[in-house]
């Protein structure tokens, strides 16, 4: 029956028509997706990036230094055909940040297009898992991206640690923003949002093809988008990608664990991207203590009356908890900068600062590691004591500023903890432990290679660097020794302890000199005059070269009490033109005798007994990577620990020095500042 078979037929065609528009949900065809949540769907994830059951895109994990990938798996083809202009496009996606154990997270995510999915040279931490080193700024690697950055970079010229930036190449963003919205409701008046918050937000980033104009919208969710973006500006990307794009997100982790998480997600291409089901999106994961459990409703009617036998107990025993936890908490402690912590945290952390938890004794106080119950994150507890309450308030006020500082070669401040008479610094854990356990370790201990320490030396010069010019005013380190510098996970030196030498600045007798710092890295000028300065600070990193080059102390005490300076010992050496048998005898480095021969110069040079002579760090930095030659040194026959005596006693005039170099008189004016 010919009647029958069309029916059936069109049933058919009805069927599969129903068929695929159930499927458009995900999928509408060429020009445009969307994804109101991400269960069932397929996306081309790596690093730590998963979807949850519920359906959240989950880019990070509860890992720090950990970067993630999120791709839509084909390419799109944002031109017309290969070679023309790139088309008009729109995006919009929900996303949270949800700061793990503290209220920061770090370091952020992107939106971005790229002409490749791999991301495998990508660095975690400030590189949001999108370039690395080399490649940042380079116009061959074709990134356009929109990066949501939870915490401040100077590297990258980062406005504040809560921005939005359009990055075209590079992090360092083309136009950025304290993220906000202009709010339609009310005039249109800029209101700021905190992208760390555990709240829902959606971003719209609309590219016009004809005007080349970048629009980026952030909004609370729920809210219609307001009609004024946030950043705009034009960038013809048609220069920018390359004819195959691939489209996702990035993210990464610095020190502190953090969840970047996507709930949903569009894209036209030439038109308006497609609404998000704003009812279908999943939730954000609650991270924190678990929600009650049924066993605890069971127990609760008997927990009650055992409640009211213990109230008793309870009050006894909160009195003497409060003595035994008890901080000291000042309203003038505004938290910009590091989270603080609670001292019973920190005490359950280390189990209550038992010895087989003390990782070392530092010139401040001890060290301990810890566990953070609630984050489950490595920590490292310093506990200073310090007895003028009124010092340590503006110490405590420094710290928190100093806690902002992020560099990749400082050890990170994580948070602090005041109490009375003490104060409590909690840091990132360092795995390798501290640099001079490799350097003065045992004859048949493994040591560190040459590359390993030349990468070392490299690495705290970027940090001392940043220390000294990078940031918002000079911070001096005051304390640079190989005890102080600590190895990561892959051997990179971080600085630790800066800053921390202030600490006996305030609160004390400022007409008592105190110097700080240790035998055998104090420069000449800084037992005169007890005034530390950026100066003295190259000093102690030219005899930080040494001890690491050498593989020697700064001073070396002998069996028949005799001691020796290094320092002496290497200039003797380079009068004789031997400089190269200085060289750690651990080591054999033929090939590397150029590098060798570098640091040892460049040593001599930082260590120079007169201030004026010694570079500054940002010269270290060219010298180190052989973009600026090294000044030849002249040779004196007098030792370096003469000289900085006679400088003391104001015969500096008479020594013959490298270059142009004025008097010494000038140390206290330079210290002052930029
Ligand atoms: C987080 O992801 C990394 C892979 O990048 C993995 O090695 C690690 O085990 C993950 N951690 C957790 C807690 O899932
Ligand atoms: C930087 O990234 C590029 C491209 O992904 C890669 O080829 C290169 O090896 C990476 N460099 C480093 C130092 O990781
Ligand atoms: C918004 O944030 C900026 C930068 O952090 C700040 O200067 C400003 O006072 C904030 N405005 C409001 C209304 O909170
Ligand atoms: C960007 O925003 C402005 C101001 O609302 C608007 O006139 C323009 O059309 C927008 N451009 C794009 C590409 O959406
Ligand atoms: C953008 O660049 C493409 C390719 O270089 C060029 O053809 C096009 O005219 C440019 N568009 C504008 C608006 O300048």
């Known amino acids: 029956m010919p009647g029958m078979v069309r029916l059936s037929f069109l049933l058919k065609l009805l069927f599969s028509l129903a068929l695929s528009l159930v499927s458009s949900t995900t999928d509408t065809g060429e020009d445009q997706f969307v994804y109101s949540g991400f269960s069932r769907s397929i996306l081309d994830l790596d690093?730590?990036?998963?979807?949850?059951?519920?359906g959240v895109l989950e880019l990070t994990n509860h890992t720090v230094h950990i970067k993630a990938h999120a791709f839509y798996p084909s390419p799109w083809l944002l031109r017309k055909s290969p070679g023309e202009m790139v088309q008009s496009f729109s995006v919009s996606f929900v996303f949270g940040m949800v700061p793990i154990y503290s209220d920061k997270c770090t370091d952020g995510m992107t939106f971005l297009i790229s002409p490749t999915k791999d991301f495998s040279g990508a660095q975690a931490s400030q590189y949001l898992g999108l370039l690395n080193k080399t490649i940042d700024g380079q116009k061959s690697n074709h990134i356009f991206a929109v990066e949501l950055?939870?915490?401040?970079?100077?590297e990258f010229g980062d406005i504040d640690d809560n921005h939005i930036g359009i990055d075209i190449y590079s992090l360092t963003s083309t136009k950025s923003n304290t993220a906000g919205f202009y709010d339609d409701r009310n005039n249109g008046i800029f209101k700021n949002l905190s992208l760390v918050s555990h709240k829902e937000m959606q971003l719209w980033v609309d590219y016009n093809g004809d005007t080349t104009q970048i629009n980026v919208t952030l909004a609370p969710l729920r809210l219609i988008k307001p009609s004024r973006p946030?950043?705009?500006?034009?960038?013809?990307?048609?220069?920018?990608?390359?004819?195959?794009?691939?489209?996702?997100?990035?993210?990464?982790?610095?020190?502190?664990?953090?969840?970047?998480c996507v709930l949903g997600w569009s894209l036209g291409v030439n038109r308006p991207a497609p609404l998000i089901d704003i009812a279908k999106l999943p939730k954000l994961p609650h991270v924190g203590p678990k929600s009650r459990s049924k066993l605890l409703e069971i127990i609760l009617p008997i927990a009650t009356a055992i409640f009211i036998f213990l109230v008793g107990t309870t009050v006894i025993l909160f009195v003497r908890r409060r003595m035994k936890y008890a901080e000291i908490n000042e309203d003038l402690e505004v938290e910009f900068g590091p989270h603080r912590f609670s001292y019973k945290d920190l005490f359950h952390a280390t189990d209550g600062f038992k010895n087989k938890n003390l990782l070392g004794l530092g010139g401040f106080g001890k060290v301990y590691r810890g566990l953070l119950?609630?984050?489950?994150?490595?920590?490292?507890?310093k506990r200073v004591s310090h007895e003028s309450q009124q010092g340590m308030k503006e110490f405590v006020a420094e710290i928190v500023s100093i806690g902002r500082l992020q560099h990749r070669n400082l050890v990170q401040l994580l948070g602090y903890c005041r109490r009375k008479g003490e104060l409590l610094l909690v840091y990132e854990y360092m795995s390798n432990g501290s640099l001079d356990k490799y350097l003065h370790?045992?004859?048949?201990?493994?040591?560190?290679?040459?590359a390993q320490r030349f990468q070392i030396i490299k690495g705290v010069a970027s940090g001392l660097f940043y220390l000294h010019e990078r940031w918002e005013k000079v911070v001096l380190h005051r304390d640079i020794k190989a005890s102080n510098v600590l190895l990561d996970s892959e051997m990179n030196g971080r600085l630790g302890d800066f800053g921390l030498a202030r600490l006996y600045d305030h609160g004390t007798d400022p007409q008592t000199t105190?110097?700080?710092?240790?035998?055998?890295?104090?420069?000449?000028?800084?037992?005169?005059?007890?005034?530390?300065?950026?100066?003295?600070?190259?000093?102690?990193?030219g005899i930080f070269i040494l001890e690491v080059t050498c593989g020697q102390r700064p001073i070396n005490n002998h069996a028949d009490d005799s001691s020796q300076i290094l320092i002496d010992w290497v200039v003797e050496h380079w009068h004789k033109g031997l400089l190269t048998y200085t060289l750690d005898r651990r080591l054999q480095c033929n090939d590397n005798s150029d590098e060798v021969n570098l640091a040892l110069n460049l040593a001599l040079l930082c260590a120079h007994p007169f201030c004026?002579?010694?570079?500054?760090m940002r010269q270290v930095i060219q010298y180190l990577n052989s973009e600026i030659p090294l000044p030849e040194l002249i040779p004196t026959n007098i030792s370096y620990t003469v000289l900085g005596l006679m400088q003391n006693e104001g015969f500096d005039q008479y020594?013959?020095?490298?270059?142009?170099?004025?008097?010494?008189?000038?140390?206290?004016?330079l210290s002052s500042g930029r």
Not at 612 to 616: C, G, K, L
Request: one cysteine or more; glycine letters at 8%.
């Open 230 to 260: 946030l950043l705009s500006t034009t960038y013809n990307l048609s220069t920018v990608l390359e004819d195959q794009s691939y489209i996702g997100f990035s993210a990464s982790t610095g020190p502190i664990n953090s969840l970047y």
């Open 514 to 541: 105190h110097v700080v710092g240790t035998m055998g890295y104090l420069a000449p000028e800084l037992a005169r005059t007890g005034k530390a300065t950026t100066q003295t600070d190259v000093y102690a990193f």
């Open 373 to 381: 119950s609630a984050s489950k994150l490595e920590v490292a507890v």
């Open 149 to 154: 950055d939870s915490s401040q970079n100077t």
């Open 612 to 616: 004026n002579a010694r570079p500054s």
């Open 47 to 54: 690093g730590a990036a998963t979807i949850t059951p519920d």
């Open 441 to 450: 370790c045992e004859e048949d201990k493994p040591t560190l290679n040459w």
């Open 655 to 669: 020594a013959s020095l490298p270059s142009t170099v004025g008097s010494s008189g000038m140390t206290s004016s």
